[in-house]
């Protein structure tokens, strides 16, 4: 059972009593979760008494929950987008040039804006380069929509899908998390036309394994390798397909 306390996570230990519980770096007791804050929230959030739900009424959730206000996250949207037409599969990698870093596309998502919009957007806007969610085959555990009301709850292979294959939780050093959702793209080859990109950024093709050995990032990395067997995976389904038909 959890208790919010301004942005921090709070396990209840039992029916009687409660304790912080540690969530990745957040360790700390209510007064310092007070006096956290964020100087951008809002002087409503700076004086709002903490959050915290009295165990001895409420039953205890066999599972750990986690729980933010808004105030306490962010959330940020990126696509690991390819190059298909080449022999091989090659993927965009952006450098930061301040920072002579190679990272991922990404950026916080707008009001009102879907995720899956959100990562083609800031896609573009990093890169210059028109994307497009590619249906893909995958393991996931998000339902179908004829699936049974009670369908069990676990992974199954889903294609043609284009949902996150992945999200990435970080904690920021403010307080609070941001977190990351994931998706595979390709070039737009409806929209050939190439935008700007950010003036900051640099953004370059690289075969699979070239692109993995650039990233800066241990993190960036793994998400880089889900990518790439998915789209093996969903090549190697497709060429399957064309054989049998």
Same mark, same amino acid.
């Given at each position: 059972?959890v208790?919010?306390v301004?942005?921090?996570a709070y396990? !209840?230990?039992s ?9 990745g770096?957040h ?14 929230t ?34 940020? !949207? ?7 037409? =080449?022999?091989?599969?090659?993927? !965009? ?7 002579n870093?190679?990272?991922?596309? =990404? ?49 199954k ?33 409806q ?16 075969? !699979? =394994? ?15 390798r ?12 497709k ?7």
């Amino acid at each position: 059972m959890v208790g919010v306390v301004t942005g921090r996570a709070y396990l !209840c230990t039992s029916y009687s009593n409660w304790s912080p519980r540690e969530t990745g770096n957040h360790l700390g007791t209510i007064e310092e979760s007070t006096q956290t804050q964020n100087a951008s929230t809002p002087s409503s959030f700076h004086h709002q008494q903490p959050i915290v739900y009295p165990c001895s009424n409420m039953a205890a959730s066999p599972f750990p929950n986690y729980q933010y206000p808004s105030p306490s996250f962010v959330e940020s !949207c990126g696509a690991i987008l390819f190059d298909l037409s =080449k022999p091989t599969p090659h993927v !965009c990698l952006i450098k930061i040039l301040s920072e002579n870093e190679y990272a991922l596309p =990404k950026g916080r998502r707008n009001i009102n804006e879907s995720r899956k919009e959100a990562a083609v957007r800031e896609v573009f806007e990093e890169t210059g380069y028109r994307a497009r969610p590619f249906p893909v085959t995958m393991a996931t555990r998000v339902t179908a929509p004829d699936d049974h009301t009670d369908v069990a709850d676990e992974a199954k292979v889903r294609q043609d899908i284009t949902e996150p294959f992945m999200f990435t939780v970080r904690e920021l050093r403010k307080g609070g998390v941001k977190i990351i959702w994931w998706y595979v793209a390709v070039l737009d080859d409806q929209r050939i036309e190439r935008g700007p990109g950010e003036q900051e950024i640099e953004a370059e093709f690289f075969e !699979c =394994k070239e692109a993995i050995e650039k990233l800066w990032f241990e993190t960036d990395r793994e998400v880089l390798r889900n990518a790439i067997d998915i789209i093996e995976r969903t090549s190697e389904g497709k060429s399957d397909g064309n054989r049998s038909g």
